[in-house]
């Protein structure tokens, strides 16, 4: 049994903790890592191949150190929680279903009946390991592979999982008798989606862990996907897949990435579900009505593909749907979907609900834009990334607990729900887990001789092949500017990218030593070539002013940004639920709260400086129909109020 669990009294103490770091306490003084040197000696993440087709590279976790902010806050937050977690009750179901007696009761809510958590859990200690060095964190990963390769010998054939109902689901499948029922596939519902997410786990704790034993229970469960599978028809596979599969073409093509056994790879296209990507490597948009999460996964498959394979539809096929999703079927903050679906492009108007942005969506959203990035660098990706880390993902984590939301409502007058920390275990909860972990992922990139600095994130980089370190100092957005000062070893000739967002219009300067450069135009990079030494200082000046986006098929529909950060208009509480905002096992459990009648906003047909003030650094007021004034702050400061993104106008 996993020993070091604390007791309840010390869960609450964690708990405690997380609230206090929302309360201003200074994160730094508390996490001794976040002032450590990093190791610079990481190896490439998900083996070597296949990185010839990238012409930038993604930083691993540690080498990117998140300085105090926001982000780091997030990340001390979710580093609690996890600590308050007992890996047994995720392990519950994988024992049970191995015909081992389980340690512990299983949490509540979505945990209930099926152990699909703990992948999302091992991914996430994976990840602080990368980032953190932490022994308490790699005692919990080793623990957690350690049972599973214990579950794989007594299954005795390399499976693996905590599906219920396993070995008659599989059996049946392995025999050719593939159906989908009202349940799911097979009487179960969607078994390879719960598979994925564990053997995702057992592939970050080999990428981010470095756990050898973790690579060969990876490749025995893949040695048995790849002999059940063999036994089906195109046509039995594809029916298969009409049932909701995650990511397993991705996790596949890494193990083969990783292996270099072309098997693998093969295994990873038998799981393309060719009714979705095939009309998407003809650039055809059919996306209309199909469950948003379970088509991403697979694009991050079919893209993976590509940079192992050069299959040029592949790529096509990624970059059209980053294109179409991002362009005509995403909200003002980035995220996607209504109640969990593509909605008909057209018709975004009509699909403001409590179920708007699934947060899963944006976490996969963000793996490919960064792997979109890393082939092709471009500003409109960068971007894309900063809208949905600020509005999206650092807003569903909720500042007073462990809790996350599953969807971000955009109904005007509604709320955010959060889980509860124990009795919730949505799927979004574990893409939580894995989100306030890996914010590093998205600041920098890097080729031979060139840096990306893509986003204004306090934060250490450091640049191995350059022998460099940048120290990115900024109190953004509370303050408009963002500084980097440099260590080299000895000078070197580099080339420095630094982002010029859209929204950083007139005012926008950057300086190196204090002497001002070219700025370039909004959206595009300016170029700083020199040889850089130690002490060398890089500013960068950041006006933000405020801005109408009218919704891109309804224009009766309007949000104002502030800069790169989307703003809500503050309704108070007024009938709202007494336990809202928190849910347990029901994510829509307050859907039918009653909404106040939402006022339109007096524009006058002006430009929005002409009837909204600004009254602090990142709040302003303005009024609505009757005459009264609503306060507005960033959507991601927003918890337990209910608040209006979109608007009318008068």
């Known amino acids: 049994m996993y020993t070091r669990h604390p007791d309840e009294l010390t869960r609450r103490k964690l708990l405690l903790q997380a609230a206090r770091i929302s309360a201003g306490i200074a994160v730094a003084a508390r996490v001794p890592w976040m002032a450590a040197e990093m190791r610079l000696d990481a190896p490439a993440a998900v ?4 990185t010839s087709r990238r012409k930038a590279q993604i930083f691993t976790l540690d080498e990117v150190q998140l300085g105090a902010g926001p982000y780091a806050e997030a990340m001390e937050r979710n580093r609690i929680y996890l600590l308050s977690l007992d890996p047994d009750k995720f392990l519950h179901y994988f024992r049970a279903s191995a015909g081992l007696p389980p340690k512990a009761e299983t949490y509540g809510g979505w945990e209930t009946k099926v152990g699909r958590m703990l992948g999302h859990y091992l991914s996430a200690c994976s990840m602080y390991v990368r980032a953190t060095g932490s022994a308490e964190f790699k005692k919990r990963q080793g623990y957690v592979v350690e049972e599973l390769a214990l579950c794989q010998k007594a299954n005795g054939n390399g499976y693996v999982g905590g599906v219920p109902d396993a070995k008659r689901v599989f059996a049946e499948i392995g025999a050719g008798n593939v159906y989908i029922d009202k349940v799911g596939l097979n009487g179960v519902h969607a078994p390879w989606y719960m598979l994925h997410k564990m053997s995702a786990g057992m592939r970050d704790a080999y990428v981010y862990g470095e756990s050898a034993q973790s690579l060969e229970v990876l490749k025995g469960f893949s040695d048995w996907s790849y002999e059940l599978t063999g036994k089906l028809t195109d046509e039995q596979m594809q029916k298969m897949l009409g049932e909701e599969h995650g990511g397993l073409n991705e996790v596949f093509a890494d193990v083969y990435g990783i292996t270099g056994d072309a098997k693998y790879l093969t295994l990873s296209k038998r799981f393309n579900h060719q009714k979705v990507l095939e009309p998407l490597t003809r650039e055809v948009d059919d996306l209309d009505g199909l469950h948003a999460n379970t088509q ?5 498959g079919l893209y993976r593909q590509y940079e192992l394979s050069g299959d040029a539809g592949a790529r096509k096929g990624g970059e059209f749907f980053w294109k179409t999703v991002v362009e005509k079927r995403s909200y003002v903050i980035g995220g996607d979907s209504d109640r969990e679906h593509f909605y008909p492009v057209g018709k975004m108007g009509k699909n403001l609900s409590p179920s708007t942005a699934e947060t899963c969506n944006s976490y996969n959203m963000v793996k490919l834009t960064d792997r979109l990035f890393a082939g092709e660098p471009r500003e409109s990706l960068a971007a894309y990334d900063e809208r949905v880390l600020w509005n999206h993902i650092l807003a569903s984590q909720d500042k007073t607990t462990p809790g996350m939301a599953y969807y971000l409502s955009l109904t005007p007058g509604h709320f955010k729900t959060f889980s509860t920390p124990y009795e919730s275990f949505w799927c979004c909860v574990g893409t939580g887990m894995e989100n306030h972990a890996k914010y590093g992922e998205s600041i920098y990139f890097s080729s031979p001789g060139e840096l990306w600095i893509n986003q204004f994130i306090a934060s250490t ?30 000078p070197v000739k580099a080339t420095i990218r630094l982002r010029r967002p859209q929204w950083a219009g007139e005012g ?8 001002v450069v070219a700025a370039g135009a909004p959206g595009s990079y300016v170029t700083l070539d020199r040889r850089w030494k ?3 200082v890089i500013t960068a000046e950041l006006p933000m002013k405020l801005r109408v986006e009218t919704m891109t098929d309804d224009p009766s529909w309007n949000a104002v940004l502030y800069g790169p950060l989307v703003l809500a208009g503050l309704l108070g509480r007024e009938n709202m639920p007494e336990a809202a905002p928190y849910a347990g096992n029901n994510a829509l459990q307050f859907r039918q709260a009653p909404d106040p009648a939402v006022p339109a906003l007096v524009a ?3 430009d929005v400086s002409a009837w909204m003030k600004k009254t602090g650094a990142l709040e302003f007021v303005t009024a609505v129909d009757g005459g009264r004034e609503i306060k507005f702050v960033p959507l991601v400061d927003v918890t337990h109020d209910r608040y209006s993104v979109y608007w009318k106008m008068s």
Do not use: Y
Not at 47 to 50: A, P, Y
Not at 508 to 515: H, T, Y
């Open 47 to 50: 083996g070597s191949l296949g």
């Open 296 to 300: 991403i996964p697979t694009v991050l």
């Open 461 to 490: 980089v450091h640049w191995k092949e350059q022998k460099m370190k940048l120290v990115q100092t900024t109190k953004f957005p509370a303050e408009q500017r963002s500084e980097w000062k440099l260590s080299c070893e000895k």
């Open 508 to 515: 926008f300067v950057v300086k190196v030593n204090g002497k």
């Open 534 to 536: 130690s002490g060398d």
């Open 604 to 606: 006058g047909g002006k």
